[in-house]
Structure formats: C-alpha cells, structure tokens
C-alpha cells in the first residue's frame, strides 16, 4: 500500500510539472504568447532585453535578421517571437534558424519562433522573410522568460517600415459621398426586442477629394480569426493557429457594463446554443450563464440561465440587463456579442430566489470562464457533445490579458495513468503466465508455489488494487456517478463510466471466485477453471476497450493518435497470443512424435530386439524451451513500452 501511495504521488508530481517546456513554447501558446507557469507577468519594463533587426525597413518577399539580446549581464532561458502587423494585429511571415530556436505556429508552422532548450542564453539571431503580399509595417514580439516565475511579455522591437510605402492623395471630379440613412433591425428574445441601429451608405456624385483609407475587413465566410484588439483594449480567451482560430471569447470592461463577443465554430445544423458560464471552480455546477440562441431561421437572441450540476436550468429573469445583441449561424460559425449591464449585488441578497429567479451576476468577481456549446430544442438547451471549455485560472474582467490555456485535470489524468498500469502492462503480462508458462520452469517454485503462479497472482494482485484506487479517485473527482459528454461523432465514448463499473466488479469478482476453488481432482474444478477464465479474459477485454474510450475524453487531453496506440497494443497481444499458441501446438506435436517412435522399455535391464538399455531420465516438458522464455521477456518489454508510451501521452499534453 506504501509502494501504491508512493505511486500516486510520483503521477500527481509528474502532472503538475508538465506545464514547464524546456523544449520550446507548446503550440497552444501561439495565440496567447503566454507561459503556462502559474505566475503572472513583469509588469516593470523589460530593460535587460531588445530586440534588433538589420534593417529598419524591408521589401515583400525580402529577408531580415532579428535578434533577440541580453543585456546588462543578464539571461534568458525561453522565449516565443513572431512578427505582427501594426495595422491588424495579425502574425506575418515566416522565420528560419541561424543560431539556435525552432520554428512553430501559424498553418505553415514557422510564423513562430522558439527556444529549443532551458539553458541560460544572451542572444539568438533568426532570419524573417517578409510575405510577397505585405503592404504595412510591422514589428517584432516576444515573451522573453529569465526564469520559471518571471518572465515578459510585449517585449518589442522598433517598427519595420514598407520600404516601399506610400500614401498618396489626387483630386477628382467625381468621387462617392454618403449621406447616413439609419434602419433599425429588431433582434427578438423571449422576453422583450432588442433595437440595433445599422447605418447604410448611398452614394453622391459631388465634387470633393479622395484620400485613401485603411479598413479592417470582416473576416472570411467560415472562418474565426483573432480579434485583433485582444490585449490592447479586450480581454480575451481563444485558441488560435496564427489567425486562424476555433474560437475567440473577448470582453470590454466598464464599470456599469462589459461588452461580450463569442465567436466559434461548430458544427451540425438546426438550432444551436453558445454560452459562456462563470464558475467558482474548473467544474459545472451553480454556475451563471450568458447563452446566445440561435433558431433554425438564425435568429440569434441571449439569455441567462445557471448550471445546477451539469444540466442547465431557465430562469424567470432571464433578460435582466441583456441588450445590443447582435449574432449569427452559418457557414459553421456561431458569432454573438451583446452587452450585459452590471450592478453589485447585494450581499445580503445573494442566496436569495423568487422562484426561478436568480440576481444579478456580479462581473467584479474573478471566476473561472467556461465556454460550451450544443443543440437546442426551443427554449431548452440540450447537453453539450464536448466538455465545456474553461479557463485555467480565474479571470479578471477587468484586464486586457490574452487567455489560451485550459483548465487540467490532474484526478483524471492519474485515473488514467492507474489503469494503463493495470490493464495494459500487469493484466496484459499476467495473463500470458497463467496461459502458456505453466510448464515453463516446473521444476522450480517461489515461496513453494509454482513459479507461473506466483507473477500471476502477484500481477493480478496489483491490478485489483491499481484498479480500486483508480476507481476511488474517479469517482472524488466526478463527485459520484456522472454523465460524460462524447465529442461529436463519437457517441460510443459516453459508455466509458459503465464500461468502468463493470470492469471493476469483475476485476472484484474473480479473486472472490478464488477463494472457493475447488481441490485439483474436485468435479467442479473444470466449472471453475472456465469461470475463472471467462471473468478475466472479459474484464481484460472490456478493460483495455474502457481506456480506447477513455484517452478520446476531453478532460484526458491526450493528442488524438493515442487511442491508435491503445488500438496497436490490441493488435500486437493478439499477435503474441496466436504466437504463443502455435508454438505451444508445434511443441506438443514434436513431443506426440519423438513417444511415438521412441523404443520400449521394461526398466529392469531386459533386452527388447537383442539391445540392452537402461530407464531413461525423465523428461523437460518441449514446452519449457529458451525460445519459450525469450518470448516472455520480448512480450514484457513490448507490454512495457506500449505502457510507457501511453503514459506519456497522457500525462504530457
């Protein structure tokens, strides 16, 4: 039990560090710019770094050298640069090495650049290639990290300028003027319409003079780009590739009210729901909600309503200080913003209700964002196909930071780690010494119990527990039986929990079962010796399908080619099974032959065909050979690194 707890620990420990990247910034960080280290920014200039470049200016398609440098006898151990637009905020061309880093980020992987190792640096020098397509100027950006809990971001360069840029302005005679006509388009919600002014522009033919204007273009059909004044003047939670997102929460603080905009991919049609919750904790649960509601004609309206543990309820207030809605569904892309109004609530008032009535939400607060989606039936928000998503660390509405890390779930993560020890390397081995090593080393016993019986019971022993804590410490996390969310497409992962229970009560059941073995020559030896099979092979079975399902949930955050690493273990223990049999067959086949023709024998010295002889020694089971025992020890190292493997998997990413 010692050795177990100790377990325990070493994968709670390994779990939490897993948010340090000596090997360079993790991809998700391509949008933030920020280190998932648990500590916030320098908020005091970043004096000790700059950031160079060998020209002041540069030319479409042309290259410059950047360097990143140190100062004032100091270092840096990390950093993650890319080059911004000034007018849109958006990453821009691409780098390539000459002194140290890697590149990452954007759809062509190199708009980034990072480190490659924690050792202490004082310069990095890289090559920047403009885009044949760049009309702006630009400048470098880098999160510089002088050491685990402090680190920089913003840390810029002086302006690259267009080398060839230029702003020109000619009269004309004839050139578009615009008078302003309002139109007023009406967004309805249940509870009362919401008035949105929209102004259209008709053109004029009076003289005047022309000047040529910069305008940011709406994004493209189906696509969810970075809202450019993330970090400046919103606060924003996203997951970004370059400018290319899946999605982008953004707010606008005010003392009396807080602008909102979400915008996602989904996917499906009909009705659809997108919402953002605010949470005292990474779990749902008594938590506020703001939902955009989309029809099946893609009238968008929004609402509030709150998470009574993971089923979302109505409530009569539901408009309260909701207005300036404006959204839309299509081409895959949910976009809704509104403004909610704010007041304190009062305290003395929070825990009150009228009904179904909640108060105000208090936006003051710093909580956790979740952002979930999901079909919808009228009014009614049906279950969201994927876990919601939510912020790592509690939000402060009032900043302007970029947010791009996710809350971890390290309870689920050492759930996941204990059951890949149990079913994939102690079951996965056990199982093949109660199969096909009972005669192996049968002369030989351990604490006077055949050898093959003793690393069974002794495997099977350790699955049992490994088995039982995992299943404790699932069910603490999920706070008992719980309901999971199947990512779209993949409705079969939601039988995880019941294909968990079950497997645990077999896991529970054959070692019960052996306590009632039958003696060896007992009638009901044989009944219990296919019992005793059948109960473990389908809970070895069932437990290596329950951790396909498992490393597919959200929650695991294990990369998608896991469960084709779970799927090639399945492949290669069948493989070693059908190994182990046909050799065991060719075995006993070899052995049927050499009794066949081997010469009798009366043991007492007489002669048969006129030769004399003596009893021969006893034999070796054929089955207990070297190539026998060279199969085991192939099949514990292949179990050992697909377990090794997994492990990786899930608790790095």
């Known amino acids: 039990m010692m050795l177990l707890r100790c377990l325990v620990l070493f994968l709670t420990l390994l779990i939490g560090q897993i948010s340090g990247y000596g090997s360079g910034a993790p991809s998700f960080t391509c949008s933030t710019k920020m280190p998932s280290h648990g500590a916030p920014a320098q908020t005091s200039p970043a004096t000790d770094y700059q950031i160079t470049t060998s020209s002041s200016t540069y030319t479409p398609g042309g290259s410059i050298t950047v360097t990143i440098t140190a100062l004032n006898g100091k270092v840096f151990v990390g950093y993650l640069m890319v080059a911004k637009d000034e007018g849109t905020g958006a990453d821009l061309g691409s780098f390539s090495i000459i002194s140290g880093g890697k590149v990452m980020c954007g759809t062509t992987r190199d708009q980034g650049v990072t480190h490659t190792s924690k050792a202490s640096k004082t310069t990095e020098s890289f090559t920047w290639t403009a885009p044949s397509n760049a009309n702006g100027n630009i400048k470098f ?43 007023t388009t009406s967004v309805a919600t249940d509870k009362n319409t919401v008035s949105t002014t929209v102004l259209s522009l008709k053109p004029m033919t009076t003289p005047s003079t022309t000047t040529t204007t910069t305008t940011t273009q709406p994004p493209a059909t189906g696509a969810v780009t970075m809202d450019h004044r993330c970090g400046d003047t919103r606060g924003c939670f996203v997951n970004c590739e370059g400018n290319d997102c899946q999605y982008v929460v953004s707010w606008h603080y005010r003392p009396e009210y807080v602008d909102f905009s979400i915008t996602r991919k989904v996917t499906g049609g009909g009705s659809k729901w997108l919402a953002i919750g605010f949470s005292s904790d990474p779990k749902m649960g008594d938590d506020d909600v703001l939902h955009c509601l989309s029809d099946s004609a ?65 936006l003051h607060q710093h909580r956790h964002l979740m952002l979930g989606d999901g079909p919808a039936f009228g009014d009614i928000l049906a279950m969201h196909k994927e876990n919601p998503l939510v912020t790592a660390e509690m939000v402060n509405l009032q900043s302007t930071d970029i947010i791009g890390d996710v809350a971890r779930y390290p309870l689920v993560k050492v759930h996941g780690c204990l059951m890949i020890l149990a079913w994939i390397f102690c079951t996965g081995v056990g199982l093949v010494f109660a199969r096909f090593y009972k005669p192996v080393w049968s002369n030989r016993t351990i604490l006077g119990l055949k050898v093959w019986f003793q690393f069974h019971r002794g495997l099977m022993v350790t699955t049992l527990v490994l088995t039982l804590v995992g299943f404790i410490i699932i069910f603490v996390e999920a706070n008992g039986y719980s309901k999971i969310s199947a990512p779209i497409g993949k409705g079969y992962v939601a039988s995880h929990p019941i294909l968990g229970i079950i497997v645990t009560v077999l896991t529970v059941t054959n070692p019960i079962m052996a306590l009632f073995r039958p ?75 050499r009794i066949e023709h081997m010469e009798m024998k009366n043991g007492n010295g007489a002669t048969q065909n006129g030769n004399s002889f003596r009893p021969e020694e006893p034999k070796r089971d054929p089955k207990d050979s070297i190539i026998k025992k060279l199969l085991l020890a192939f099949h514990v190292a292949i179990a050992f690194a697909f377990t090794l493997t997994l492990l990786l998997l899930v608790t790095q990413y």
Request: glycine share 6%; net charge positive; aromatic share 10%.
């Open 141 to 183: 950006e880098a999160t510089i990290v002088q050491s685990y809990s402090k680190y920089w971001l913003n840390v810029r360069s002086d302006v690259v300028t267009l080398a060839t840029a230029a702003v020109t302005t000619k009269p004309t005679t004839t050139v578009p003027d615009t008078t302003k006509a309002a139109t």
């Open 298 to 362: 893609g009238h968008v309206t929004v609402a509030r309503s709150y998470n009574q543990g993971t089923s979302n309820q109505p409530i009569a207030n539901s408009q309260e200080g909701i207005s300036s809605v404006i959204g839309s569904y299509n081409d895959g892309v949910f976009r809704c913003s509104f403004r909610y109004s704010q007041v304190r609530p009062d305290p003395d008032n929070r825990v009150k209700r009228q009904g179904t009535s909640r108060p105000m939400i208090d």
């Open 519 to 593: 003696g060896p020559k007992d009638k009901n030896r044989p009944i219990f010796n296919w019992a005793h099979w059948a109960v473990g092979m389908a809970a070895h079975i069932l437990g290596v399908i329950t951790i396909c399902f498992g490393v597919e949930l959200q929650k695991v955050g294990a990369p998608k080619y896991t469960v084709y690493v779970v799927i090639g273990y399945i492949v290669y223990h069948v493989l070693m099974e059908i190994t182990l049999k046909i050799y065991d067959l060719f075995a006993e086949r070899q052995n049927s032959a």
